[in-house]
Structure formats: C-alpha cells, structure tokens
C-alpha cells in the first residue's frame, strides 16, 4: 500500500529534465570571436588556467579562428596536434582552401575536413560552451559565425585504477573505482556487454555541475525503482556535490535510523554483480563509491569474494559474520547483565575467578565497559586520522598503556580488557564500514540497557532493534528482505551461498522481470562411456 | 490496508497459541493425565477454531467485532461487539502481570515491577506504531529461533536423562471427571478458544478463505503438539507433584539440566523463550484491542488510540493482581467461567446460529421469489 | 462494597465476587455503545470510502 503511494508521483521523465536546464539561461554566442573570448576572459575572472588564442588562417588568412581550453583539463598535446595544427597549417598546404573557395560556408568546411576529432559537437548557447569549457572540452569559434565546436580534448590528471582499499579480498578482481566519473563507467562496461546497461547522467548541484550518473540494466531493474531513484536525485537542490555521501543522505527512505539504506562499494565486480541483480548505481564524478539501490540489511553482509570462493566455504564465512555481528552488539551488555544480575547463570569456578578479577576494581561494570569501548573508540578514530608516521605510538599506548597498564593499575578488569577486544575485532568482520559503525552505537544502547534490566533488557533491545529493521525500507523493498517478509526461494544468498550452479533466478525483491539467470545443468562426473579412454590409459 | 501473508499468518497464530502456555504448564490441575487433557483441548479447540472459521466465511470482509453489529443488528449487536475489546484489554492486563511475576521472582528480583511493565510496554507500543506487518515481520524472524530453543532445550533434556517415564503411569489413576474439569473451559479456551482473536486479522491475510482454514488449523495442530512435548517432558521431568506446586513448572525443569557439569542453568533459555512469546501475545491483544476500538468508535486511524490503551494497559498491569497466587487462582478458577465460557463459547455459538437461520430464511424468500415468477 | 464493583478486575474481587467483571463490562459496553451509535454512519461511509481510495 504504501509503496503504492510512493510511486503515484513518479511521472517527471528524463527529458522534462534535460528541457529545463536548456531553457535556463539560452544566451546565444556572438559572431565576433574577440566578443566571445573576452566575454570568457570577463566571465572567468581572468582565471590564469584559462588559455585563449585567436590567429588567422585561410589563402590569405581571411579566416579568424578563436580557440580556448582550460590548462590541465585539456591535453595539451592533444590540442596542440589535432586542433591548432590542422587549423593553422593544414588549412593553407592542403587543397582545402580550393574546398572553401567552392563552398563558401567554412564552417561546414571545418567541420567535415579538418577537426580530426571523434568527439566534436556543435555549441551556440554560452551556457553550454562554459559546460563543455569546465569540463576539459577545447572551444573552437569561426569568425562570423554564431556557434562554434566543442572538441573533446579531455586529458587531465588522475588517479590511475588502484587496488580498493576499504573492501579488500584475497581472491577476485584486484581493480578498483577512481575519482574519474568516465574511467568508472568503462570499468562497469568492461564486464557487461550488454546494450540493456543503460547510463543516464544528470548533473546536481548548481555550483558544481556535477555529473551523477545512473547505471542499470533495462530489462532487468524495476522501472518503478529506476524512477523512484531518478525522481529523488532530480529533487535535489544543493549547491555542491563533493561525494557520494551527499546523495545518499538526500536519497534514502527514513532519516531517523543509525542502519544505512543505501549501500556504497569501491569494488567494480561488486558494483556488477548489484547491476545484474536489478539494482541500481548512482555514480558521483570525484569519487571512488558508488551508491547500490535498493539495499537490504543482508547484502551489508556479503562480500564480494563469497561468490570467488567455493560455496561451502563461503556458507561457513557468512555465518562467522552473523555470528560476529551478533558478538559485536551484545558481548559487552552480556558481560554487564551477567556479572550485574545473573551472577547465577555463570559455572561457579568462572564466577568465582571473575569474582576475584572484579575485586580491585572500582567501578560499576557498566562504567569500566563503557569506559574501556569509548577508549576504544577513539584509539581506532585516531588511528584512521593520524599520519602514517605516528602509527607505531599509537599502537604502543592502546596495547601497552590501555590494556596491561590499566589492568595492573587496577582500574578495568582483565576480562573486560579481553570483551572489548573481541567486541572490536568482531565489529570489523563485518565487511561494510557504515553498517560496523550502525552496530557499534547500537552496542552502546545495548549496555545501558543492559545495566538497567539485565538480560530483559537485552531481550526487549533485541526485540525493538528487529521491529525497527522491519519498519525501513530502501526505495520500497523491506529492508529485512528476504527474511521478512519471507521468501523461500531467496534464501539461497542469505545465511548460506548456495553454488553458483544453484543460483537459478534473481533475487524475487528486487525486480520480476526476467528473473532466470542461468539454465546450466548441475555439474557431474563424464558418464561411462566417454570416460573408457581414461581407464585405458591406466591399463598400460 | 496493511496486509499479512500466509506464513506470517501461521507464525503468529502459533505464538498466539503458545503464548505463556509454554513456562505455566496446562492442564496442571489433572496432574499427571495433563497430555490427555492436552490431547483433548487440541480436538476440542481444532473443533472451535473451525466454527470461528465457519463464522469469518458466513461474514465476509467483516473482521469479529463487525459480526455481531452485522446479525444482531446494532441495537444488540454492538454492545456485545464491545465486550471483545475490552477482554482483550483484560487479558492484555494478565500477560503484563505474567511477566511481572516472573521476571520479578526470577531474573530481575531487586527491580520495581512497575519500570519492567513500563519497559515492556514501551516495546509494544512502539510496535503498534509500526502495525501489524511490522509485528508479523519480527514473528517470521524471531519464529525460527524461537523453535531452534525449544528443540535445543527437548535436545538438552533428553540428553541430561532427567526423564522418568514412570512419572506418567498410572493412567487415568483418577478417571475421567478431574481431566473433563481441567478442558472445559480452562484448557480448551487457553490458547484454542482464545484464536476467536485472531478473527481480527484474518482478513488482512492476502490469500483467499480456505488457505487460511487450511494455515490456522495446521497452526493449532502444530501449537497443539509444541504443547503436547512441553506437558509430556515436564510431567516426566519433575514428575506430578512439582508440576502441580510449581510457578513455573518448565523453569523447574531447565534448571535441572547439567550435562557433565559444563552445560547446565540454562535458566536464561527459559526466560527467553518465556519473554519472547508473551511478548508476541501481548503485542496481539493490544493490537486486536487497538483495532477493536478502532472500528467500534469509527475514529479514521488507529494511532490516536496506542497512546490511551497502552496507559490503560499500564494501570491493568499495575492492578490486575495483587499477589501472585491470586493471579493464579483467578486465570484457573474464575476467569474461564465468569468471562471465557461467555465470550468464547455461547456468544460465537449463538451469532452462528442466528446467522444460519437468517441464511435460511433469506434462501427461502429467495426460494418463494423465484417460484413466484 | 460499592468499591467492589467499581475494579471489578482485581483479583480479590475476581474471586469474591465473580459476577463482579461480567456485569463491569456489560454496563461499560453498553455506556461505549453510545459513543458508536452517536458516530452515526456517514462516518463510516466516509472511512470506507477512504479505504476504497488508498487501495
């Protein structure tokens, strides 16, 4: 029902956008080129990047021609050899100027004789030609003439494709995303060649012009959801996009949660994989994450690598992160209600020497826990802040002062010591970073709960953290999907992977359509017969 | 509308039926005989609950509290209509006191009751916010681990060899009469009867009538039998004095659980077992209450009324009982009678009747109509 | 003695005087009965027609 309401208001199309943004600001490009590149010069402040060059060409160097780049988002060398080249020099030796002799219209002339470029459109609004200017596009104007050409030269810096460094895995592809918007897309185009993988980029922000671009597969993704995301982005009203994170914000379902609804990755296999189960990635130009949408609470648990590695193993790794995930939140609100009200449910000889630990110290369990998990916490925010240089003292006070020190100074038990580093070290199996954070606030929760009412309380957090869980959802799919609700034949990816060979339709949640994924016959031994040549061979 | 598919149709009808059932025993007054008393209640209930069903089919779209309006028309109807909003509230009031005894006598002694009924019905309350396809939703996820414990706790037990089948014989050592008192009403309504509730929700499940024939009658079978093992393994465990004595009789039993000397006081499964399911039937009542009131006061969204009946329901927790073995006394000797056999038993008997002759004579009108022309 | 059939369901009432709770509700339910007949039907016209329009 509600989802229904959602997607009443879903009508504003891509082109309703595209016709906006035109009709902004259509101030057309003067025919006298000194006009237009001091229109530039004024409109950019002079900016000392900005590079403009006028010169003469033609027989008898009738024609004026302006040109102007951005230095350092253009290739120099580019502009240099297949723009001013041409222009200036080809334009005389060859026989082009009998062509323009013959045809009066030089711009024409140009266009088809001389640009020797792949990517070359035609401008007439300035709007447009600061567009294409800013984003490394080399500007070409004719005396004479009320537009002009956008060359692509586009050559800039960059980060070349690294190794990701937040999702790691041992097997699987080692590449990943880069700051560079262009560079992403052929990365996802690389594996899927397939003309269903659609792109559409809108740019959002009215002072960055950023491009955020939308990929998913056509006949695949649910149009409701494509439009859903595609409406929410066009609703944005902001003056700058510097990360995907801004988008994400703005995007999701329900504010009020500490559990992300949108899923981020470095990964392209990931970003893949995604794409071919029906979701949809947003790309944010200038930055390595791109957004997955829908998410659900169970894909913050998968990684990458569970589907490179084989089933069983990955099976036993998932439910290591359930198990961790399940540690992460309540070791140390188990530890408080146990030692606080349960001391009975403990084997005498572990109370008694967790008795005898406790003696000395000072506190209330609940302090000493909380005490020693906020060390902890700002032990691992120093730690991803600090320079590289300093890690080594950071390590020595968390392991030596922290840890031993505090203990023989009496201050925290030594269990405790032990429960935050499993806490920690469990906390970080999970293999999403925003959603390790979501658990470790909740564990806070949880330990006050517990001090106050013990296992009950525990419980009653449990039982509310679920409720909450089951009330988002992400673009309209329950977050607990497919859990709850249930789907029977899409828990083969939720505590267990089944082999690939298994793995027959795509998740039912997501999307409907064209939901069989493969039709491959389970693997088995060669039969008989074929197999005769083999033993042949081990008779001689 | 909000709506409930068939599984989570099932998984909350079995926490319905279970409820506390689990951790209070059933049928205790029949001692040892209480399977048999078991056994009994499951038919009889098998046989209400398809009469409840028979009533949603001769009503459709109609959900309990509309029946009555619908065929005893309003002067009469809805003045009984009422009266099912307010059991539910009353019953609502004896889960909270449930709870209340319980964690107060077991895991958390030092604590006011009053913060533990405030804290449990914060949950609910919040839950009654997110509605029923929330409360559903944790139903299928809490659901298995809820039966992965009871399996766990029948594995430990058997293990531990704490079983003594002797414990049961001898068999009918006392007749019939004391295991006829303890079904009707007290056993029969607890948990079987009492699904007339679950008439409230029937028609947000999104199948059609007979999947939800089919789904709650194997759901009371299969509650049925969860039962059955609990009565069967505390009989045998504690034998029948202690089942008779005890509060808890099931929290007797765990405790008696020692594997080797490592695995034992597995009180803490109890208590969770014990928590989650009142838990889930609490949510229910307050809910049908909630919806109840809803539809009889025809306000247009349920969630002005959360607030007003979770206060009501803080003052019945609060009131309801005044010591424990009253509150025993009463969910034995007095509440089957004075408000169960009434609202459970005659009131659905006679709408069934009065719908049937009403059927009858429309058919015959109909009949004489169409002879007529 | 009128406090009696004023908390019907506390339980010392509930087992000295059983019939205490019956009647309790039966006179409350009749009393919220008003508040349904004085709610009149239009009312219910209208939420049913809300119903018919979300789904």
């Keep these: 029902m509600r989802r229904n309401m959602f997607f009443k208001n879903t009508k504003i199309k891509k082109d309703d956008w595209d016709n906006v943004t035109v009709k902004v600001d259509a101030e057309l490009i003067p025919a006298k080129i000194s006009e237009v590149l001091n229109n530039i010069k004024i409109t950019m402040g002079n900016s000392t990047d900005l590079v403009t060059r006028d010169f003469k060409t033609g027989k008898d160097g009738s024609i004026d021609i302006g040109i102007a780049y951005v230095d350092g988002l253009a290739d120099k060398v580019f502009v240099q050899d297949y723009i001013i080249q041409p222009l200036m020099t080809d334009l005389r030796m060859t026989g082009l100027d009998i062509e323009i002799e013959k045809d009066p219209n030089v711009f024409e002339v140009i266009k088809n004789f001389n640009l020797v470029s792949g990517d070359l459109k035609e401008i007439i609004d300035l709007k447009t030609l600061y567009t294409h200017l800013l984003s490394g596009d080399t500007i070409v104007l004719i005396e004479g003439y009320k537009k002009g050409f956008a060359v692509s030269s586009q050559g800039w810096q960059d980060r070349g494709i690294q190794e990701p460094t937040s999702q790691t895995v041992v097997r699987g592809p080692k590449d990943g995303f880069t700051e560079t918007l262009r560079t992403n897309t052929s990365l996802i185009r690389r594996r899927i060649k397939n003309t269903d993988l659609w792109i559409e980029t809108i740019p959002v922000g009215n002072k960055t012009q950023t491009d955020v671009a939308l990929l998913y597969l056509k006949d695949v993704a649910n149009p409701k959801i494509v439009n859903e995301v595609r409406m929410r982005i066009n609703k944005i009203e902001i003056d700058a996009i510097l990360e995907s994170g801004y988008i994400e914000e703005m995007i999701q379902d329900k504010t009020f949660t500490v559990f992300p609804t949108i899923h981020n990755t470095e990964r392209p296999d990931a970003a893949c994989a995604a794409i071919l189960e029906g979701k949809i990635i947003i790309m944010v130009d200038g930055t390595p994450f791109v957004l997955i949408a829908p998410a659900v609470f169970v894909e913050f648990f998968q990684s990458s690598e569970d589907y490179y590695q084989r089933a069983d193993i990955s099976s036993l790794l998932r439910m290591l992160r359930y198990f961790c995930l399940f540690l992460a939140l309540i070791t140390p609100s188990a530890y408080i209600a146990v030692t606080t009200f349960h001391q009975e449910m403990l084997p005498t000889l572990l109370l008694i020497s967790l008795a005898a630990q406790r003696e000395g110290v000072p506190f209330p369990a609940l302090i000493e826990a909380v005490m020693m998990e906020v060390t902890f916490e700002i032990l691992r925010e120093a730690g991803v802040r600090m320079p590289r240089a300093v890690g080594s003292a950071i390590s020595i006070v968390g392991a030596l002062v922290l840890g031993q020190a505090a203990v023989e100074a009496g201050i925290v038990s030594a269990t405790m010591v032990i429960i935050v580093s499993l806490t920690a070290i469990a906390s970080f199996v999970c293999p999403s970073f925003n959603m390790a954070i979501s658990i470790r606030i909740l564990r806070f929760v949880f330990m006050i709960l517990a001090a106050t009412f013990g296992l009950f309380g525990i419980i009653m957090g449990l039982i509310m953290m679920v409720a909450h869980l089951a009330s988002l959802r992400s673009f309209g799919v329950p977050y607990l999907s497919p859990m709850a609700p249930m789907v029977a034949a899409d828990q083969k990816d939720v505590f267990v992977r089944v082999p690939i060979w298994k793995m027959i339709t795509r998740p039912s949640f997501i999307s409907q359509s064209d939901s069989r994924r493969q039709a491959t016959p389970s693997p088995k031994p060669p039969n008989k017969s074929t197999n005769e040549g083999g033993s042949q061979g081990e008779n001689k | 509308m909000e709506r409930i598919s068939q599984y989570q149709l099932f998984v909350l009808t079995v926490f319905f039926q279970v409820g506390t059932t689990i951790i209070f025993g059933f049928g205790a007054a029949a001692g040892r005989d209480a399977w048999i008393v078991t056994i009994i209640s499951l038919l009889v209930g098998i046989f209400v609950i398809s009469i409840y069903l028979f009533l949603s089919y001769l009503n459709p779209g109609l959900t309990l509290v509309e029946w009555f309006p619908a065929q005893f028309g309003k002067w009469i109807g809805t003045p009984i209509a009422w009266l099912y909003p307010l059991l539910f509230l009353y019953e609502g009031g004896r889960i909270l006191n449930d709870i209340k005894y319980l964690t107060t006598t077991i895991i958390l002694v030092d604590t006011p009751f009053l913060a533990i009924i405030l804290f449990f019905l914060l949950v609910v309350a919040y839950l009654q916010y997110c509605g029923i396809e929330v409360i559903a939703r944790i139903g299928e996820i809490f659901f298995p681990y809820f039966l992965v414990m009871i399996l766990g706790s029948v594995v430990l037990i058997l293990v531990s060899d704490i079983l003594r089948v002797d414990n049961l014989l001898p068999v009918l050592k006392n007749g019939w009469k004391p295991i006829l008192a303890s079904t009707f009403p007290l056993g029969a309504s607890q948990g079987f009867a009492q699904s007339l509730e679950l008439a409230m929700i029937w028609l947000l499940v999104s199948t059609s009538h007979k999947e939800i024939v089919k789904t709650t009658l194997f759901a009371t079978v299969f509650s049925g039998l969860l039962i059955l093992i609990t009565v069967l393994m505390i009989i045998t465990g504690i034998g029948e004095f202690f089942y008779k004595i005890e509060s808890f009789p099931m929290f007797a039993l765990v405790s008696k659980v020692n594997i080797g000397g490592i695995i034992k006081n597995l009180d803490a499964f109890a208590v969770l077992l014990f928590i989650i399911s009142a838990f889930f039937k609490l949510s229910l009542h307050l809910f049908f209450a909630i919806r109840g009131f809803q539809i009889l006061t025809k306000v247009e969204s349920s969630r002005k009324l959360i607030i007003p009946i979770t206060i009501i329901s803080i003052y019945l927790g609060y009131s309801v009982s005044s010591n424990y073995e009253e509150h025993i006394k009463v969910a034995i000797e007095v509440f089957p009678y004075n408000l169960w056999i009434m609202l459970l038993w005659i009131l659905p008997f006679a709408l069934l009747i009065v719908t049937l002759i009403k059927r009858a004579i429309k058919n015959r009108k109909k009949e004489m109509a169409q002879a007529k022309e | ?55």
């Design chain 3, 1 to 55: 003695m009128i406090k009696d059939w004023l908390f019907p369901w506390e339980s010392h009432i509930m087992i000295n005087h059983p019939l205490a709770m019956p009647v309790f509700m039966g006179i409350a339910s009749f009393f919220l009965s008003i508040v349904t007949w004085t709610r009149g039907n239009n009312n219910q016209n209208k939420s049913k027609q809300k119903d018919m329009d979300e789904n």
